[in-house]
Nanobody, 124 residues
Framework: QVQVAESGGGLVQAGGSLRLSCTASGLTFDSYSMGWFRQAPGKEREGVAC????????VYADSVQGRFTISRDNGKNRLYLQMDSLKPEDTAIYYC?????????????????WGQGTQVTVAS
Protein backbone atom coordinates (compact mmCIF):
# COMPACT_ATOMS: atom_id res chain seq x y z
CA GLN A 1 0.00 0.00 0.00
CA VAL A 2 1.30 3.40 -1.00
CA GLN A 3 1.84 5.78 1.90
CA VAL A 4 2.91 9.40 1.78
CA ALA A 5 3.80 11.84 4.51
CA GLU A 6 3.70 15.54 3.68
CA SER A 7 5.40 18.18 5.81
CA GLY A 8 6.68 21.73 5.74
CA GLY A 9 3.46 23.70 5.75
CA GLY A 10 2.79 26.62 8.04
CA LEU A 11 1.71 30.23 8.32
CA VAL A 12 3.58 32.77 6.22
CA GLN A 13 3.09 36.37 5.17
CA ALA A 14 2.26 37.18 1.56
CA GLY A 15 5.45 37.32 -0.46
CA GLY A 16 7.13 34.74 1.74
CA SER A 17 8.38 31.24 1.00
CA LEU A 18 7.84 27.69 2.18
CA ARG A 19 9.33 24.37 1.17
CA LEU A 20 7.10 21.33 1.31
CA SER A 21 8.44 17.79 1.53
CA CYS A 22 6.85 14.42 0.93
CA THR A 23 8.25 11.01 1.80
CA ALA A 24 6.67 8.09 -0.06
CA SER A 25 6.74 4.37 0.66
CA GLY A 26 5.06 1.26 -0.70
CA LEU A 27 5.96 1.98 -4.31
CA THR A 28 8.99 1.91 -6.55
CA PHE A 29 9.37 5.67 -6.24
CA ASP A 30 11.73 6.17 -9.15
CA SER A 31 9.30 4.49 -11.54
CA TYR A 32 6.45 6.97 -11.10
CA SER A 33 5.57 10.54 -11.87
CA MET A 34 4.76 12.46 -8.70
CA GLY A 35 2.72 15.56 -8.16
CA TRP A 36 1.35 18.09 -5.72
CA PHE A 37 -2.33 18.90 -5.46
CA ARG A 38 -4.05 21.36 -3.14
CA GLN A 39 -7.53 21.95 -1.80
CA ALA A 40 -8.79 25.18 -0.33
CA PRO A 41 -11.93 25.34 1.84
CA GLY A 42 -15.07 25.12 -0.27
CA LYS A 43 -13.13 24.50 -3.46
CA GLU A 44 -12.32 21.49 -5.58
CA ARG A 45 -8.93 19.87 -5.36
CA GLU A 46 -6.58 21.21 -8.04
CA GLY A 47 -3.26 20.13 -9.45
CA VAL A 48 -0.28 22.34 -8.70
CA ALA A 49 2.79 20.67 -10.18
CA CYS A 50 3.96 17.33 -11.51
CA UNK A 51 7.35 15.79 -12.28
CA UNK A 52 8.13 12.65 -14.26
CA UNK A 53 10.13 9.80 -12.75
CA UNK A 54 13.47 11.12 -13.98
CA UNK A 55 12.66 14.82 -13.78
CA UNK A 56 12.81 15.26 -17.54
CA UNK A 57 9.32 16.67 -17.76
CA UNK A 58 7.76 19.13 -15.31
CA VAL A 59 4.31 20.66 -15.50
CA TYR A 60 2.87 23.53 -13.45
CA ALA A 61 -0.57 24.98 -13.05
CA ASP A 62 -0.79 28.45 -14.60
CA SER A 63 -1.55 29.91 -11.18
CA VAL A 64 1.84 28.89 -9.76
CA GLN A 65 4.07 29.00 -12.85
CA GLY A 66 7.19 31.02 -12.12
CA ARG A 67 6.65 30.98 -8.34
CA PHE A 68 6.73 27.27 -7.40
CA THR A 69 9.42 24.69 -8.16
CA ILE A 70 8.88 20.94 -7.93
CA SER A 71 11.79 18.56 -7.50
CA ARG A 72 12.51 15.02 -6.36
CA ASP A 73 15.26 12.91 -4.79
CA ASN A 74 14.77 9.33 -5.94
CA GLY A 75 17.51 8.08 -3.62
CA LYS A 76 15.48 9.27 -0.63
CA ASN A 77 11.97 8.63 -2.01
CA ARG A 78 11.22 12.31 -1.53
CA LEU A 79 9.27 14.93 -3.41
CA TYR A 80 9.62 18.66 -2.79
CA LEU A 81 7.74 21.84 -3.59
CA GLN A 82 9.56 25.15 -3.19
CA MET A 83 6.96 27.89 -2.97
CA ASP A 84 8.08 31.51 -3.37
CA SER A 85 6.17 34.79 -3.67
CA LEU A 86 3.26 33.23 -1.88
CA LYS A 87 -0.18 34.79 -2.18
CA PRO A 88 -3.24 34.51 0.05
CA GLU A 89 -4.93 32.49 -2.69
CA ASP A 90 -2.28 29.80 -2.24
CA THR A 91 -3.83 28.99 1.15
CA ALA A 92 -4.86 25.33 1.07
CA ILE A 93 -4.02 21.84 2.24
CA TYR A 94 -1.28 20.48 -0.01
CA TYR A 95 -1.08 16.79 -0.90
CA CYS A 96 1.54 14.75 -2.71
CA UNK A 97 0.51 11.82 -4.85
CA UNK A 98 1.75 9.40 -7.45
CA UNK A 99 -0.02 10.69 -10.56
CA UNK A 100 0.36 10.70 -14.33
CA UNK A 101 1.28 14.27 -15.23
CA UNK A 102 -1.51 14.45 -17.81
CA UNK A 103 -3.93 14.38 -14.87
CA UNK A 104 -2.63 17.64 -13.40
CA UNK A 105 -5.49 19.62 -14.93
CA UNK A 106 -8.07 17.47 -13.16
CA UNK A 107 -9.05 16.98 -9.52
CA UNK A 108 -7.80 13.37 -9.85
CA UNK A 109 -10.96 12.03 -8.25
CA UNK A 110 -10.20 8.52 -9.51
CA UNK A 111 -7.61 8.29 -6.72
CA UNK A 112 -9.00 7.81 -3.22
CA UNK A 113 -5.99 7.12 -0.99
CA TRP A 114 -4.80 10.65 -0.30
CA GLY A 115 -2.48 11.37 2.60
CA GLN A 116 -3.13 13.80 5.44
CA GLY A 117 -1.62 16.71 3.58
CA THR A 118 0.08 19.75 5.04
CA GLN A 119 -1.66 23.05 5.70
CA VAL A 120 -0.32 26.19 4.05
CA THR A 121 -1.77 29.51 5.19
CA VAL A 122 -0.71 32.78 3.59
CA ALA A 123 -1.67 35.93 5.46
CA SER A 124 -2.25 39.17 3.58
Amino acid sequence: QVQVAESGGGLVQAGGSLRLSCTASGLTFDSYSMGWFRQAPGKEREGVACITWNGDNIVYADSVQGRFTISRDNGKNRLYLQMDSLKPEDTAIYYCVSVPCDQLGTSYDVYDDWGQGTQVTVAS
